[in-house]
C-alpha cells in the first residue's frame, strides 16, 4: 500500500477515535434493588416469624412479640410509616401459628391459643379475628374447632373466612371450616386427609379452593408433600404426592395453575417449586434451587406465570442463614436483586407478590430478631455517559450535549486549580453559557479554541473566573487572537473573594436564599451546584472557622431570607453559623444545615433536600472538574448532581428509587465513574 496513503487512512481511524471518545453514549437500563418499606427493624421488639400480606399495594404485617407475651399485633405501611392497625397485643393472651389475609382493605388474622391452667396444656380451638375499623372483633365464637388443633391457615374471600387446620377430633387429619355469618362449618368432610398432617396451606382460584399439607404416615417420617382441591362436594387430590421427607410446602395457584414449594432431603438441604400440567406435578427449573441448608420454610408465589420463592440458605462460612429471592425466568432460577438481603441471620421469611411488585418480610439477628420488610423496585432508566479521554475533553462533551447550536457566552476555568470556579454554575446558567477547562498542554487549548470558534459568536463573551495565575495570560493571548474581543475576568485577592466577585456579577435581588460551602472542601460546592444554579442562589465559599470581610459585606448586602450551610460542622464550624445568622438577622429556622457523614452522604442529602425531578446526574466524589462541567447541564433538567465513589451506596440506590428516577446522565469515562455504577443501574 501506498505509504502516503497508508498515513491518510490512520489519521483518519484516529480522528474517528476522538470523535467517537468524546460523543455522548447513550444506554437503557434498569435501576433495580430490595428497598426498605419504612424503617429497618421497626417491630418494638423481638418477634416471632412474621406473615406478610399486599392488598390493592398496602403491606400489611402480623407477628407476635416476645415482651408483650406473645399476644397478636397487626401493621400496616401507610405510605411513610408503618403504623398498628387498631391496639396493640389484641389478642386474649399468647397464641401460637399466626396467620394474616386481608381483604379489601380488612384484615383477618386466624391462631389458636395453649391453655396453661391445664395440666396437659391443651389447645383451645381455632379463633378467627377480624378488624372493623374500629377494633378486632371476634369472627363467630373463639375456639370454635374445639380440642388439640395445629397449625391453622386462613384466606377471605369477599368477606367469608375460610381455615384450614390439623384436627385433633379427627385424628390430626385435616379439616376446612368457613364463617357463614353465623357459625363455622365444615367444607366438605372434616378429617378429609389419608393421613395425619401438618403445616397446611390454603389458597382459593376463580372459587375453587385449594389445600397443601404434609402428609405423615402413622405421625411419623418419612412425609409427602399433598394438594387437593375441593370439587364442590369432596376434596379430591391434584396429581400424585410428592416424593419423601419433604418440609413446609408453600402454595399458590396462578390463572388455574397449581404451583407448590417445598424443601426436602435427608437433611433439609434442597428447595424444589413444582406445578400440576393438569396431568403430573412437574419441576420447575432445577429440583435443587437453593445452595446451602434451608433453615426456614419456603414462601412461594407466582405472578403472570413466574414464580418466585423466598428461603434462607446456610450456605455460609460463618453458617449464618441468609435470605434469598429467586424468580424463574424460563430457564433457570436467578437471583432477584442482592442476595443476603439481611444483615445477620435469618429465621423467618413471608413473601409476596403485590402487582408485579415481591416484598419481604424477615427477622434479622443483627437487629434483635425484630421485622423489616423490603420491596424489589425496577424502573427503566435512560443512562447518557458524557466523557473524554481527559477533564477538558470531558467539559467539552458535556458543552456539546447541552449547547449543540451557536452560543453567545461561555464560562472558562482552569482545568488544575479550581476553587476559584467552584461557585460559577450560577452566573453559568444565568448566561446560558457551558463550564469550560482550559488545559496546560497544548493540545488541550487547541481543542478548546477549536470548539469557540465552531460554537462560539464571535461577538459573544468569554468569562474567565480567576486571577491570571489561575488561567495565565497566554490563554487570554489566544483568544485575542482568534478574534475573540469581550473577555471578562471575574478574580478577587483569594477563592473566598472570587466567589463574592462572581455573586455580584450575578445580581442576585434582596432576599434571595444564599449558600454558604466550604473553600477547602471542594466537594460540598460541587454537590449544591447545579440546584444553586437552577434556583440562582448565590454560592459563597467560606472558612472552617469564620466569614472573611467580603463575605460578610455581600451577605448584608443581600439580606437572604434564608442560608444554607452545606456540609458538617467538620467542613463548616457553628461559629460560621453563627456570625451568618447575626448578619443577616435570620433565626434558626432560616439558617439550614445540609450534611452527610461524608462527601457523599452530603450530596445526596442535597439531593433529598432539593429534587422533586426524575433526573439526576453523577460524577466522581474524588476528582471535581467533571461534577463542575456537568453542573449547568444538570441544572437545566432540575437534577441534582450525587457524588459517587467505586459504586453506588445503598441508600443512593434507595433514594434513586424512591423518586422513580428515569434518566442519569453519568459525568466522566470508567476511570472515574466506574462500570460497576452503570451496571448497578443496570441491575
Known amino acids: 500500500m501506498n505509504p502516503k496513503k497508508s498515513k491518510k487512512i490512520l489519521l483518519v481511524i484516529m480522528a474517528l477515535n476522538m470523535i467517537l471518545s468524546i460523543m455522548p453514549v447513550n444506554m437503557a437500563y434498569a435501576l433495580s434493588e430490595w428497598t426498605n418499606v419504612g424503617n429497618e427493624a421497626f417491630s418494638i421488639d423481638k418477634t416471632n416469624i412474621p406473615s406478610l400480606k399486599v392488598d390493592n399495594g398496602t403491606p400489611y404485617l402480623a407477628f407476635t412479640s416476645e415482651t408483650n407475651g406473645y399476644k ?75 380440642g388439640m388443633i395445629a397449625d391453622p391457615s386462613l384466606i377471605v374471600d369477599n368477606g367469608t373466612p375460610y381455615v384450614v387446620f390439623a384436627d385433633d377430633a379427627n385424628g390430626n387429619k385435616a379439616t376446612v371450616m368457613k364463617y357463614d355469618g353465623s357459625d363455622w362449618v365444615n367444607i366438605g368432610s372434616p378429617g378429609f386427609s389419608q393421613e395425619q398432617i401438618n403445616a397446611p396451606a390454603i389458597t382459593m382460584d376463580n372459587g375453587t379452593f385449594y389445600v397443601a399439607y404434609i402428609d405423615v404416615p402413622n405421625g411419623e417420617a418419612p412425609s409427602r408433600a399433598v394438594v387437593k382441591k375441593y370439587d364442590g362436594s369432596n376434596w379430591v387430590t391434584v396429581g400424585n404426592p410428592s416424593l419423601d421427607k419433604v418440609f413446609c410446602p408453600s402454595l399458590n395457584i396462578d390463572n388455574g395453575t397449581p404451583y407448590i414449594a417445598y424443601a426436602y432431603g435427608d437433611n433439609l438441604d434442597k428447595i424444589a417449586v413444582m406445578k400440576y400440567d393438569g396431568n403430573n406435578w412437574v419441576t420447575v427449573g432445577s429440583p435443587k434451587i437453593s445452595d446451602g441448608k434451608v433453615y426456614a420454610a419456603p414462601s412461594l408465589d407466582v405472578y403472570n406465570g413466574t414464580p418466585y420463592v423466598a428461603y434462607t440458605d446456610g450456605k455460609s462460612s460463618d453458617d449464618s442463614h441468609k435470605m434469598i429471592v429467586k424468580k424463574y425466568d424460563g430457564s433457570n432460577w436467578v437471583t432477584v436483586g442482592s442476595p443476603n438481603l439481611a444483615k445477620g441471620s435469618i429465621f423467618g421469611t413471608s413473601f409476596q ?37 481527559t477533564r477538558v475533553e470531558t467539559a467539552l ?6 449547547y449543540p447550536g451557536t452560543i453567545s457566552n461561555v464560562i472558562l476555568t482552569t482545568a488544575d486549580n479550581y476553587p476559584d470556579a467552584l461557585t ?65 475576568r471575574i478574580s ?50 467560606v472558612a472552617k472557622e469564620g466569614l472573611s470581610e467580603t463575605i460578610k459585606t455581600k451577605l448584608a448586602a443581600i439580606k437572604p431570607e434564608k442560608v444554607y450551610i452545606i456540609g458538617g460542622e467538620g467542613a463548616i464550624s457553628p461559629r460560621v453559623k453563627e456570625q451568618a445568622a447575626r448578619i443577616t438577622g435570620l433565626g434558626e429556622d432560616s439558617m439550614i444545615r445540609i450534611s452527610g457523614s461524608d462527601r457523599y452522604e452530603t450530596s445526596l442529602s442535597v439531593a433529598k433536600h432539593f429534587n422533586t425531578g426524575g433526573t439526576v446526574c453523577l460524577a466522581t466524589g474524588t476528582n471535581y472538574p467533571d461534577a463542575l462541567a456537568g453542573s449547568v447541564y444538570a441544572a437545566k ?47
Open 72 to 146: 397478636a399485633t397487626v401493621m400496616k405501611y401507610d405510605g411513610s410509616s408503618w403504623v398498628t392497625v387498631g391496639s396493640p397485643d389484641f389478642s386474649s393472651g399468647p397464641i401460637y401459628q399466626l396467620s394474616l389475609d386481608v381483604d379489601n382493605g380488612t384484615p383477618y388474622v386466624s391462631y389458636y391459643t395453649y391453655d396453661y391452667d391445664n395440666e396437659n396444656n391443651d389447645h383451645n380451638g381455632v379463633t378467627v379475628m377480624k378488624y372493623d375499623g374500629s377494633n378486632w372483633v371476634n369472627v363467630g365464637n373463639p375456639g370454635f374447632a374445639g
Open 492 to 541: 478577587g485577592i483569594d477563592r473566598y473573594d472570587t466567589s463574592a466577585q462572581i455573586a455580584g456579577e450575578i445580581g442576585s435581588e434582596t432576599g434571595t436564599p444564599v449558600v454558604l460551602a466550604s473553600g477547602e472542601n471542594y466537594a460540598d460546592a460541587l454537590a449544591i451546584s447545579s440546584v444553586a444554579a437552577e434556583k440562582q442562589y448565590p454560592v459563597l465559599l
Open 424 to 488: 460559577g454554575s450560577v452566573l453559568a446558567a444565568k448566561l446560558n453559557a457551558p463550564i469550560l477547562l482550559a488545559g496546560g498542554k497544548e493540545s488541550e487549548q487547541r481543542k478548546l479554541l477549536d470548539y469557540l470558534q465552531t460554537s462560539l459568536d464571535q461577538s459573544g463573551s468569554i468569562y474567565i473566573l480567576g486571577g491570571a495565575t489561575a488561567s495565565g495570560s497566554d490563554l487570554v493571548e489566544k483568544l485575542t487572537a482568534a478574534g475573540y474581543q469581550n473577555i471578562i
Open 397 to 402: 462533551a458535556i458543552a456539546k450535549a447541552e
Open 637 to 683: 433538567r432540575k437534577a441534582p448532581i450525587i457524588l459517587a465513589g467505586d459504586q453506588l451506596s445503598a441508600e443512593a440506590i434507595e433514594y434513586l428509587l424512591s423518586i422513580k428516577c428515569n434518566e442519569a446522565a453519568l459525568f466522566g469515562g470508567e476511570a472515574v465513574i466506574s462500570k460497576e455504577i452503570q451496571e448497578q443501574l443496570e441491575r
Open 353 to 389: 407478590m403485590g402487582n408485579d411488585i415481591p416484598y419481604v418480610a424477615y427477622t434479622d439477628t443483627a437487629d434483635n430478631d425484630k421485622i423489616t420488610v423490603r420491596k424489589f423496585c425496577s424502573l427503566p432508566v435512560s443512562v447518557t455517559r458524557l466523557w473524554g479521554p
